[in-house]
């Protein structure tokens, strides 16, 4: 089970008009799940919220605020160990959420999926047995009928429990 946060950067265009950056972050809880040494299954909730973009040109991009299921399939393989350092692994995932969020200052709600693909370095500290510390870059595409294209990438922190005796 584990707990992280993501600060994002969205690129979006639509309506008729050019691509313009909005900022934003997140917060998910996760629900590990191993499949084998090197695969697991996560499953999230996540809350987000994206800002609106500037004005410049004269328009701009609302922002929103929402909540979104995931899953991700992850796969990674060790490239460092210490005995007293711990254990580091580096992979990547793909997934899919599907996102509910509404535009601020409004009561309109809006449905898209959301493909994902994710980078990341785990560290396993071998003073913390059961815990992994994971930095990550995840991209994701909203499929979003309102726009031409909607793309975000960003940084990710979390943390993770592993209950149990095994690794």
């Known amino acids: 089970m584990g707990l992280g946060g993501t600060g994002t950067v ?14 934003g972050g997140g917060f998910a809880i996760d629900f590990v799940f191993p499949l084998d040494k090197w695969t697991r299954l996560v499953t999230s909730i996540e809350g987000f919220t994206v800002a609106p973009s500037d004005i410049s040109g004269g328009f701009l991009y609302r922002g929103y605020s929402g909540a979104a299921l995931s899953m991700m399939l992850q796969a990674g393989a060790v490239f460092a160990f210490s005995p007293s350092l711990g254990l580091m692994r580096v992979g990547g995932g793909l997934g899919v959420a ?24 785990d560290w396993e500290p071998a003073g913390l047995p059961h815990f992994d510390f994971q930095l990550s870059v995840p991209v994701a595409l909203q499929l979003r009928g309102d726009m031409s294209y909607s793309v975000s990438t960003g940084i990710g922190l979390g943390v993770l429990y592993r209950f149990g005796n095994d690794k």
């Open 10 to 23: 969205t690129m979006s265009a639509g309506q008729g008009f050019g691509p313009k950056l909005q900022y």
């Open 98 to 121: 599907a996102a509910l969020p509404s535009y601020w200052y409004t009561t309109l709600a809006f449905f898209y999926l959301e493909p994902r693909a994710q980078a990341f370095l």
